[in-house]
Every structure is written in structure tokens, then in C-alpha cells.
């Protein structure tokens, strides 16, 4: 078992940025796939961005593509979203997400999920 959890979130104003985090708990992330997605209210889950220790693969949705950064640290043990150019449509619900194998933009292949972390982003 997996226990992801994410830290990093706020209230920001439109064109700031955060960076949000994400742990296991007692555990490296280093063997697995790691995606961030969002929630808005009423929408469905979205997927964001994915990284992968093996390969180095990335992936990121096409709305947040210049805007955020997927990237771990050097131990492999904190998977980061930095998150720029805010925009009040940036706000939802962010959680990350881990499974052991290859990235995937489907939150359904996803082993273990992270409570997740409000952002908002006021106009």
C-alpha cells in the first residue's frame, strides 16, 4: 500500500504560481509512475501532468503545457507541480496519483491516490 500525500496548496491571485508536493509516506516514489490531476466542482477529474523515474517520460495536459512543471527531486522521494501564469480556470482540487508502470493520462489506471490539496485562484 501506497500512501500519497500532497501538500502545497492555497489561495493565489490570477498570474501567480504555486508548487505543490507530493510524498509517500515511509516509502520512495522512485519505482512509480506518478500523475497529478484536478477536480473542479461538478467537472470530472482531469489529468494535469506524469512523470516517471525510469525514462525520464513527461506528460503534460494542453491546457497547462508552458505553464506547469512536473519534476522530482534528486532522491526520487517528492514528485513537484510548479504551477505558473495561474488562472482563476486552474482552480479545482489537486491529487496525485502513483501506479507501477508507464505514465498514462487515465486517472482509472492509477493505483493509489493522495487526499488532495485546494487551489484556488482569484480573479
Do not use: H
Not at 37 to 55: I, L, M
Not at 66 to 75: E, H, K, V, Y
Not at 90 to 102: I, P
Amino acid at each position: 500500500q501506497v500512501q500519497l500525500v500532497e501538500s502545497g496548496g492555497g489561495l493565489v491571485q490570477a498570474g501567480g504560481s504555486l508548487r505543490l508536493s507530493c510524498t509517500a509516506s515511509g516509502r520512495t516514489l522512485r519505482p512509480y509512475a506518478v500523475g497529478w490531476f484536478r477536480q473542479a466542482p461538478g467537472k470530472e477529474r482531469d489529468f494535469v501532468a506524469a512523470n516517471s523515474w525510469r525514462g525520464g517520460n513527461i506528460d503534460y495536459a494542453d491546457s497547462v503545457k508552458g505553464r506547469f512543471t512536473i519534476s522530482r527531486d534528486n532522491a526520487g522521494n517528492t514528485v513537484y507541480l510548479q504551477m505558473n501564469s495561474l488562472s482563476p480556470e486552474d482552480t479545482a482540487v489537486y491529487y496525485c496519483a502513483a501506479r507501477s508502470y508507464t505514465i498514462t493520462k487515465v486517472a482509472g489506471a492509477y493505483d493509489y491516490w493522495g487526499q488532495g490539496t485546494q487551489v484556488t485562484v482569484s480573479s
